[in-house]
């Protein structure tokens, strides 16, 4: 048996803005799958190793729940765009590049390492439509030790001259694709039409019924930017609203993650909610591209299931604990949008979106809960001044707030340790 036991300060979400703390306490795992927190150790664990990393943060390794690989280099760049000429002008002639496996190998090996050293274990991640690069980007996510979902973007219609597929392609493409995932343990296939633009609807009946007959999960894009929007209903005029283009083809279940959802009405969010769908709110994007506010508290009141993604690289970090302070000054703006009739996100609230929300796609239970695998890191902070003895709460937010290089020390991705800093 394996053993592995961490000791620290361990803070876990196990609900929405329900902070989890203990102190100098224990976290153990057999064979890769936690068995408990301990502020003692128990005694069947007498004489076992135990990490001990002083009084550093253990905390729940997050889950991006939306990023696009390719456009990793382009970070910051065309910040000055809407989404649609965002797209034409800069990600789509970058992802053309991944054409050349060369030039993939490079970029997600770097990509790879530099999610797991900020703590990102857990992903749902679109790739570009090439199969080969798409192939080679799941295998240095395994490398590296990130697990989840990856797909092979979709798209034959409405791309670029060098980036398009016809729909046979991108079938046959897909099917190829799916065949060769069979060799990877840690990262699994999941269905990706870019969004609806994206695709004709031949493409997407297929897509669909891949999904049904092959038990997949599904990604795409819904309701992020008014233009969008108005696209898709000049596209599918039979379509009420933008869900219904996913939902005719089978594509809108339980087992389906919508990013951004920023202008989603009562009506589409009562669907979402009725079939089980995922929202991933992107908040540097959404005010990077000048999409909108999300309505995220609105969501969890109204029971939708909400996580978080960085959507790089309209999102211009790959951090999720950037991604979770975004969260909060997005829903304070909401606020004031509002008129001051919503509450903003607090702390542990952001970060259970960060972790605990995306872990349940995955079918883990909330927090460091027995019988989940062991996504964790340890982040020591003490390197930063204090104005006064904190908390762990303040201790969390401040971490969320400002980075600090070198501070994640150690993470573990199902049970497996995947990194461990240099000394500092």
Not at 185 to 210: I, Q
Not at 284 to 289: A, G, I, K, T
Not at 382 to 400: D, F, G, V
Request: net charge negative.
């Amino acid at each position: 048996m394996a053993l592995t036991i961490l000791k620290g300060t361990i803070l876990s979400v196990p609900a929405l803005g329900r902070l989890e703390v203990t102190e100098h306490g224990y976290l153990a795992a057999e064979d890769g799958r936690i068995t408990g927190v301990f502020p003692v150790l128990p005694e069947r664990y007498a004489g076992a190793h135990v990490e001990d990393f002083g009084d550093a943060l253990i905390l729940q390794a997050p889950a991006d729940m939306h990023l696009h690989a390719p456009q990793y280099p382009m970070r910051g760049m065309g910040m000055d765009l809407p989404l649609l000429d965002w797209l034409n002008t800069y990600a789509f002639p970058t992802e053309a590049r991944f054409a050349d496996p060369d030039y993939a190998r490079e970029v997600y090996r770097r990509l790879a390492h530099d999610l797991i050293a900020g703590g990102t274990t857990r992903v749902c991640m679109f790739s570009s439509l090439h199969r080969e690069a798409t192939l080679i980007l799941m295998e240095e996510l395994e490398r590296a030790g990130v697990t989840g979902y990856v797909g092979k973007v979709n798209m034959d219609r409405n791309g670029a001259h060098n980036l398009q597929e016809t729909t046979e392609e991108s079938m046959e493409e897909t099917l190829r694709w799916l065949e060769a995932c069979q060799d990877f343990r840690y990262v699994r296939p999941v269905v990706t039409p870019r969004f609806t633009p994206s695709c004709t609807d031949e493409l997407m009946a297929f897509l669909g019924k891949l999904a049904e007959e092959r038990d997949l999960p599904i990604q795409s894009h819904l309701s992020e930017n008014t233009a969008e929007q108005a696209w898709v209903c000049r596209l599918h005029p039979d379509c009420a609203q933008y869900w219904e283009t996913y939902a005719k083809y089978g594509l809108w279940n339980g087992r389906t993650v919508m990013a951004h959802c920023v202008w989603c009405d009562g009506r589409e969010r009562q669907a979402m909610k009725d079939a089980g769908v995922t929202a991933v709110h992107c908040p540097d994007s959404n005010q990077n591209l000048c999409s909108g506010v999300a309505p995220v508290r609105v969501m969890l009141r109204e029971g939708i299931r909400v996580a978080l993604g960085t959507d790089t690289a309209g999102g211009d970090k790959v951090s999720m604990l950037d991604a979770a302070s975004s969260a909060i000054r997005a829903s304070k703006a909401r606020r004031i949008l509002d008129g001051w009739e919503t509450d903003f996100l607090t702390a542990p609230e952001a970060w259970y979106l960060a972790t605990s929300a995306g872990a349940a796609f995955f079918g883990e239970q909330p927090g460091f809960a027995p019988g989940n695998a062991l996504h964790a890191l340890a982040l020591d902070d003490s390197k930063l001044l204090q104005p006064h003895p904190l908390t762990p709460e303040e201790r969390l937010e401040r971490c969320l707030y400002v980075r600090q290089p070198g501070a994640v020390r150690a993470v573990w991705s199902a049970g497996r340790r995947v990194f461990t800093a240099k000394d500092r």
